[in-house]
């Protein structure tokens, strides 16, 4: 029997799922970490956290297993979105990740709309500048933290740096990095004149892959670290709501899902990559090759209701 890894990185923890060539799961573990919230309206976290946690992860779930490592050929991965993690040239990052949740950046969104303008922004990269997405976040880096910002030799998204500490390869996918605002969403690429306008090196993106892509094998330290074969295939994976739509089958024009999480999703497929929907809802690259996806979201979904309950029921169970 062979098996396959699935590491999703959200934003309260990292779940890994073990799963058999019939498509079922045969182990699950989880590993909590902290927001780190300093100031109202700031949301980070410590990569390195990400990082021990699901090296933490894999080791238990390989020390469970009561078959060989060896039959556990591939990995790949699934992930909150925008979050943004600069590297220096030696790829160390340079301070906590800045969340998608993190709402510093309403002086940075309406200077992307001044500079860029709201119409041409739309044109390319199919969204109106909000503080969830990256840019904005890369903004606000350069602006009240430029020592950080010039020691900056590439950003990459959260789960997309979890899977380059693995492997000790750096790429960003379509899916992810269309919540970026950096990304020409249609002509899948990154946007030279956004980041000409702004004062961005076009080298802080890293390189693009699709979803599906095999991009490497893990180190041999993770493999070390782990019990994982140095043999395991790890592919590029994609955005949280992304591969949520492909698990529920939203893989033809018409299909709609609901999901409930941190936040709250309501997600359409979309064939085209030439509708326009005035930027009323987030339309992004799908992890399906060649095929896109609209979605409508709330930032505190489950999390009021976990707000809730710490505030006002905290020893409830």
């Not at 301070?95 to 510093?104: C, E, F, K, S, Y």
């Not at 693995?166 to 269309?178: R, V, Y």
């Not at 892959?209 to 070390?224: A, L, P, Q, R």
């Amino acid at each position: 029997m062979k098996y396959v890894l699935g590491i999703d990185l959200g934003t309260s923890a990292v779940k890994i799922l073990l799963v058999n060539q019939s498509g079922e799961v045969c182990q699950e573990v989880t590993r909590d970490y902290p927001l780190i919230q300093v100031k109202s309206g700031y949301s980070e976290q410590n990569p390195e956290e990400w990082v021990e946690k699901t090296i933490d992860g894999l080791s238990a779930l390989i020390s469970g297993f009561d078959g060989d490592p060896n039959d556990i050929e591939g990995i790949s991965f699934s992930g909150q979105m925008h979050g943004l993690v600069l590297l220096d040239k030696e790829n160390k990052y340079l301070r906590n990740a800045i969340l998608w949740n993190d709402t510093r950046t309403t002086k940075q969104c309406q200077s992307i709309n001044e500079v860029v303008g709201k119409n041409r922004l739309l044109e390319i990269t199919k969204n109106p500048a909000l503080e969830g997405f990256t840019l904005p976040k890369l903004l606000w880096v350069k602006e009240n933290e430029p020592e950080i910002f010039n020691q900056s030799s590439v950003f990459l998204l959260p789960k997309d740096y979890l899977r380059y500490r693995l492997t000790g390869e750096i790429h960003s996918e379509f899916s992810d990095a269309a919540g970026t605002l950096l990304l020409n969403v249609k002509d899948k690429q990154w946007s030279e004149e956004i980041c000409h306008k702004l004062g961005i090196s076009l080298e802080l993106c890293p390189p693009l892959v699709e979803s599906h892509d095999f991009i490497g094998t893990i180190t041999k330290e993770i493999s070390n670290l782990t019990g994982l074969s140095p043999k395991v295939k790890v592919f590029a994976g994609g955005a949280d709501n992304a591969c949520g739509a492909i698990g529920s089958g939203i893989l033809t024009e018409g299909n709609t899902l609901c999901s409930i999480g941190t936040s709250g999703v309501v997600l359409s497929y979309e064939e085209h990559g030439n509708q326009d929907f005035k930027g009323k809802v987030h339309y992004f690259n799908h992890g399906k090759e060649e095929a896109y996806y609209s979605m409508g979201v709330t930032l505190a979904a489950g999390f009021s209701l976990s707000w809730f309950k710490d505030t006002f029921a905290e020893n409830e169970s």
